[in-house]
């Protein structure tokens, strides 16, 4: 006997099942595929979206930009023109926003992700015809603050009470991406209203270990009374402790990085992480807005960023190694949940 399902069957059925339809979204990443010396970040990002999609009806298209930006210009140039639904762009050192001002093509559903376009330059994006419909990013300003205040705070109580102030070296990210800048001023933010810190240099590691290693090589044996080294990444902090291992001069110092890189707890002292689940939440964010749950995604900057803790280890194995498909991200779009590192990580320990 042949069923007929009736229309009153069909929205029971949509209405149960939460997604009325897949979604297809393409995600431009600039990064790597693989580990490579500036760490696993992108690769990660990726891993994270992908448990996302699965659980919420989206047909995920990563394209690898493998740190070359001539070619992710040319990737975004494909997909301004492809038939999917969404775009998910990341605008280091504004090569997105050129290719979006700059190659033919137009494109009604574009989010950003990580790092986003000025107020100026979106004006000049949707002028052209491009929809943008909002940008997730981290507040990057708090985790460079946050870094410099743990580190301080890392030192025996009592040096840090006494009148003489403690040497800091800086090993920045790059002079150009937004994250590696308001890192760069979070650092400043607390270094200029903190007494017992003397943040003697600054400098640019360009996201990298090996740069890490030779210029903290150079800058320690300078400045041989470093006691802190605030890094803008883990693979940065890596090759610091490295060059100070090298030294003999790592027992003195306390090190720090953000991203929660796999294995940081037996290298670094402190690593923050957080901003490597924001693809997932943008997915999330995503499926709400086509599911007319929101009317726009909007600018959100998000304070994700907390310091590793073995209390964090399901969710920080679950990134690296397998378990993200535990999580059920399609419960924050209910709005019952808020996305966090706490409550992925919770999802994670039973």
């Known amino acids: ?145 946050i870094l410099a205040k743990l580190l301080h705070e890392s030192l025996p109580e009592g040096n840090r009470q006494a009148t003489n102030r403690h040497v800091m070296l800086a090993l920045l990210g790059d002079v150009a991406t937004n994250a590696a800048i308001e890192r760069e001023q979070g650092l400043l933010g607390y270094t200029n209203r903190t007494y017992g810190v003397n943040l003697v240099e600054r400098v640019d590691a360009q996201w990298s270990e090996q740069n890490a290693y030779e210029l903290a090589s150079g800058l320690l044996q300078r400045f041989p009374d470093t ?30 990085g953000i991203n929660w890189d796999q294995g940081h707890e037996n290298v670094i002292d ?20 086509h599911n007319r749950k929101i009317s726009a995604i909007g600018e959100q900057k998000i304070a994700i960023f907390q310091p590793y803790s073995e209390n964090f280890r399901p969710l920080y194995q679950a990134i690296h190694g397998t378990g993200l498909n535990k999580i059920d991200f399609k419960q924050f779009t209910t709005g019952d949940q808020s996305y966090s590192i706490k409550t992925l990580n919770q999802q994670l320990k039973f």
């Open 227 to 256: 006691r802190l080294i605030w890094c803008a990444n883990d693979a940065i902090a890596t090759g610091a402790a490295r060059a100070a291992t090298d030294l003999k001069l790592r027992d003195q110092l306390h090190i720090g």
């Open 270 to 289: 402190i690593s923050l992480g957080g901003h490597v689940l924001l693809g997932g939440y943008l997915l999330t964010e995503i499926r709400k807005f």
């Open 1 to 145: 006997m042949k069923q007929i399902i009736t229309p009153v069957v069909l929205l029971l059925f949509v209405t149960f099942t939460g997604f009325a339809q897949t979604i297809s979204v393409t995600f431009i990443n600039p990064g790597n595929k693989q580990a490579n010396p500036t760490g696993a970040f992108w690769h990660n990002v990726t891993k994270v979206m992908e448990a996302a999609a699965q659980d919420l009806d989206i047909e995920l298209t990563t394209l690898y930009a493998e740190r070359n930006h001539i070619d992710m210009k040319k990737l975004a140039q494909q997909a301004l023109s492809s038939p999917a639904d969404y775009l998910i762009l990341v605008d280091e050192k504004g090569v997105i926003t050129d290719a979006l001002l700059t190659v033919p093509g137009e494109h009604k559903r574009i989010a950003f992700l990580l790092n986003s376009p000025d107020k100026l330059a979106l004006k000049r994006i949707a002028a052209k015809g491009i929809g943008v419909l909002g940008s997730v990013t981290p507040d990057n300003y708090q985790a460079g603050r």
